[in-house]
């Protein structure tokens, strides 16, 4: 018997030591907040809320997009860098974020490499140009030659200074020879809202934003900005096709939580969020609204990322771009 009362109570002191360390291992324990740095009715907002609604079936927690706009996506990600890295705080990285601002910013407020833990690239796409209708310019070609007729007269709206439509507006004035004036928004809902309104010429904008107003009538579509056409927009050339061999500039989106967030919830967001992507409802609403989706392991993206940041050096320092 004392033996027995023996293996007892030294069972019970081992059922004690595993008990924290499985309370530890539970996640997640409340809802995860899904930062998003940029005004909501934008390509990133609409990703972020079609993946986090199929996410939080399979974390068992709600997933709450939180909309952090402002410093052209710096304060929602600078948020993130410095949340406490357990996985209840996560964030949909952009490419201006991570890609562009090291070469355009002398210093940034958090690094992109080292604040953060990558877990996975969701989605790429090509941007498209789209122009009111107001503009004497039935595609891409005529667009350029009115806009070379009337330098300054035409101006571009962006979701920011840094952005995507930012920078590639600057590159196609460069190599168009054209002189169109930026004009930067605290993100891309209010931009495409005042290019609706005709209060700006021009936008080079996510797809998923601004589709629903070309195939209303409300926006023309001149072309898109990858290197091939896209299934959601078959008829509508490239800047490549449209006297611009070359030309690229395409977005890229992922997810990253705080950096020294333990692995196995990296791994674990990782597996939730690449199943959200396969669901079939979320893959044909993203798909059809130009997302190509990827889906690679977190060591893929953050080999990507310190491969783009060397792409965009070199297109920040050919077109001249600087920040406003």
């Given at each position: 018997?004392?033996?027995?009362?023996?293996?007892?109570?030294?069972?019970?002191?081992?059922?004690?030591?595993?008990?924290?360390?499985?309370?530890?291992?539970?996640?997640?324990?409340?809802?995860?907040?899904?930062?998003?740095?940029?005004?909501?009715?934008?390509?990133?907002?609409?990703?972020?809320?079609?993946?986090?609604?199929?996410?939080?079936?399979?974390?068992?927690?709600?997933?709450?997009?939180?909309?952090?706009?402002?410093?052209s996506g710096d304060?929602?990600?600078?948020?993130?860098?410095?949340?406490?890295?357990?996985?209840?705080?996560?964030?949909?990285?952009?490419?201006?974020?991570?890609?562009?601002?090291?070469?355009?910013?002398?210093?940034?407020?958090?690094?992109?490499?080292?604040?953060?833990?990558?877990?996975?690239?969701?989605?790429?796409?090509?941007?498209?140009?789209?122009?009111?209708?107001?503009?004497?310019?039935?595609?891409?070609?005529?667009?350029?030659?009115?806009?070379?007729?009337?330098?300054?007269?035409?101006?571009f709206a962006s979701?920011?200074?840094?952005?995507?439509?930012?920078?590639?507006?600057?590159?196609?004035?460069?190599?168009?020879?054209?002189?169109?004036?930026?004009?930067?928004?605290?993100?891309?809902?209010?931009?495409?809202?005042?290019?609706?309104?005709?209060?700006?010429?021009?936008?080079?904008?996510?797809?998923?934003?601004?589709?629903?107003?070309?195939?209303?009538?409300?926006?023309?579509?001149?072309?898109?900005?990858?290197?091939?056409?896209?299934?959601?927009?078959?008829?509508?050339?490239?800047?490549?096709?449209?006297?611009?061999?070359?030309?690229?500039?395409?977005?890229?989106?992922?997810?990253?939580?705080?950096?020294?967030?333990?692995?196995?919830?990296?791994?674990?967001?990782?597996?939730?969020?690449?199943?959200?992507?396969?669901?079939?409802?979320?893959?044909?609403?993203?798909?059809?609204?130009?997302?190509?989706?990827?889906?690679?392991?977190?060591?893929e993206f953050a080999?990507?990322?310190?491969?783009?940041?060397?792409?965009?050096?070199?297109?920040?320092?050919?077109?001249?771009?600087?920040?406003?």
């Amino acid at each position: 018997m004392c033996g027995l009362m023996k293996w007892i109570v030294a069972l019970a002191a081992t059922l004690a030591a595993v008990a924290p360390a499985a309370a530890q291992e539970k996640y997640p324990t409340r809802p995860v907040r899904f930062v998003v740095p940029y005004a909501a009715g934008g390509s990133t907002d609409t990703l972020a809320r079609t993946i986090g609604q199929k996410l939080s079936d399979y974390l068992g927690e709600q997933v709450v997009v939180d909309n952090r706009p402002g410093a052209s996506g710096d304060i929602g990600m600078t948020l993130v860098a410095r949340a406490t890295p357990d996985g209840h705080t996560i964030v949909l990285g952009y490419i201006a974020n991570l890609g562009i601002g090291p070469s355009l910013y002398a210093k940034m407020p958090y690094d992109p490499v080292n604040d953060f833990e990558p877990i996975t690239q969701v989605a790429g796409a090509s941007n498209i140009v789209v122009a009111h209708p107001s503009v004497p310019a039935k595609n891409f070609k005529e667009f350029i030659a009115y806009a070379k007729a009337n330098p300054k007269k035409v101006n571009f709206a962006s979701a920011g200074v840094a952005s995507v439509g930012h920078l590639t507006g600057e590159l196609l004035n460069n190599m168009a020879g054209i002189d169109m004036v930026h004009i930067p928004y605290k993100g891309s809902g209010q931009a495409i809202s005042d290019l609706v309104g005709g209060h700006v010429k021009l936008m080079i904008s996510g797809m998923a934003s601004t589709l629903p107003h070309v195939r209303s009538g409300k926006l023309r579509g001149l072309a898109t900005t990858g290197a091939r056409r896209t299934p959601a927009t078959p008829d509508l050339p490239t800047i490549a096709e449209s006297g611009f061999p070359g030309f690229e500039a395409s977005s890229w989106f992922g997810v990253l939580a705080p950096a020294k967030t333990p692995k196995p919830i990296i791994t674990r967001l990782h597996a939730d969020i690449v199943k959200s992507l396969k669901d079939p409802a979320v893959s044909q609403r993203l798909t059809n609204v130009g997302f190509e989706l990827v889906g690679g392991t977190p060591q893929e993206f953050a080999a990507y990322i310190k491969s783009e940041i060397r792409k965009w050096e070199k297109v920040v320092k050919a077109s001249g771009a600087k920040p406003e």
